[in-house]
């Protein structure tokens, strides 16, 4: 039988999700840890496994302030993954909407939009951080770094100008 696990390998593997969900489940002390089985559809001769973020972004919408941890940290990635762009672009979304996001993860959200600004690295999945960080409020940040981003690049401007809107 032939398995197509979308979860990929290393740290955003499914054991590597379930994994660090269980140890900030434990520092937040959540009880109850919720279920982030994958969705899997079994054929005679092939098994799909799909992303673990998909139960992480349903338990972002839910308040859990692990899995706000996880997507995070998802989003704090550059590398590509399986559905990168629509997983990353629906857990921005989901944070956004979110109520238990705490000061410090906030602060890391900022960062990482600010970072990316900076870089000039704007996938598409930038305009759902753009909309995240500005409900965070970025213009303490943005005119503090105001030096490192290349006011040329259109897009750079584009962002400047919605963050002080």
Request: with cysteine.
């Amino acid at each position: 039988m032939r398995v197509i696990d979308y979860n990929g390998t290393g740290p955003w593997s499914r054991d590597g999700i379930l994994t660090r969900y269980a140890e900030h489940a434990r520092r937040f002390r959540i009880r109850a840890l919720r279920d982030l089985s994958p969705d899997e559809l079994h054929r005679p001769e092939t098994t799909w496994v799909y992303p673990v973020m998909v139960r992480v972004i349903e338990g972002i919408v839910a308040g859990d302030v692990a899995c706000c941890e996880v997507g995070i940290e998802f989003i704090e990635q550059d590398a590509s993954f399986p559905f990168g762009r629509i997983l990353k672009s629906n857990t921005a979304r989901a944070l956004r909407r979110s109520e238990v996001l705490l000061p410090e993860q906030q602060e890391r959200i900022r960062q990482r939009v600010a970072s990316m600004l900076s870089s000039e690295y704007l996938p598409r999945e930038f305009r759902q951080y753009a909309k995240l960080a500005r409900k965070l409020g970025m213009a303490a940040l943005l005119s503090a770094r105001r030096d490192t981003l290349n006011l040329a690049n259109p897009w750079v401007a584009h962002y400047l100008e919605y963050f002080a809107e």
